[in-house]
């Protein structure tokens, strides 16, 4: 029983944690939007374990839209050649979050830009709030690499999120992303 308790006390935690993040103070979209390279990434859904040490740097181009909305377009270069996937992500009341429908997890999830100087990187967390499996750290770069001490507040912000030092990643660069564009 007291274990049962334990756990309850620490997922309900784990949710407040995740609740009580804010977006970037003075959120711009327009300074926001361009080329965006993931090299960072903490996910620990038991399907992606598999992957980890086949996924490299991916590029996204953010555009906003005159609603206020964002379309994201990710390429990733993959072993097999590259996919290209396309976001829709709406506007909500709070400038720096968004929500989207996740096609591949059949449900609503919402986009927090937690911190970003706009030039150099962007710290986002994507999650659903009630499914732990559902939720990711990214790190955001205008190029496949950054410095060393936004790869270490990058960590540490996916390990206060409740993430595994395992489940943590800075991918290597996908090296010229001829696919692209």
């Not at 620490?10 to 327009?30: E, H, S, T």
Request: hydrophobic share 40%; glycine share 8%; aromatic share 12%.
């Amino acid at each position: 029983m007291r274990s049962t308790v334990v756990a309850v006390v620490m997922v309900m935690c784990g949710m407040v944690a995740r609740a009580d993040v804010k977006p970037q103070k003075d959120f711009n979209l327009q300074r926001f939007a361009g080329k965006w390279y993931r090299v960072g990434l903490a996910y620990d859904s038991p399907g992606f374990v598999p992957f980890r040490d086949k996924l490299k740097a991916s590029m996204g181009l953010i555009t906003p839209l005159a609603n206020g909305n964002v379309n994201l377009t990710m390429w990733d270069a993959l072993p097999m050649g590259c996919i290209r996937r396309v976001y829709q992500y709406e506007r909500t009341n709070t400038p720096g979050q968004f929500t989207y429908f996740s096609a591949r997890h059949n449900m609503v999830k919402d986009i927090t830009v937690v911190d970003t100087n706009y030039t150099d990187y962007a710290l986002v967390l994507k999650h659903k709030v009630f499914h732990r499996e559902y939720t990711q750290v990214a790190l955001y770069g205008r190029s496949q690499t950054v410095r060393n001490n936004v790869i270490q507040k990058f960590k540490a912000f996916a390990l206060g999120r409740g993430f595994s030092a395992a489940s943590i990643l800075t991918p290597p660069p996908a090296g010229s992303l001829v696919c692209l564009g």
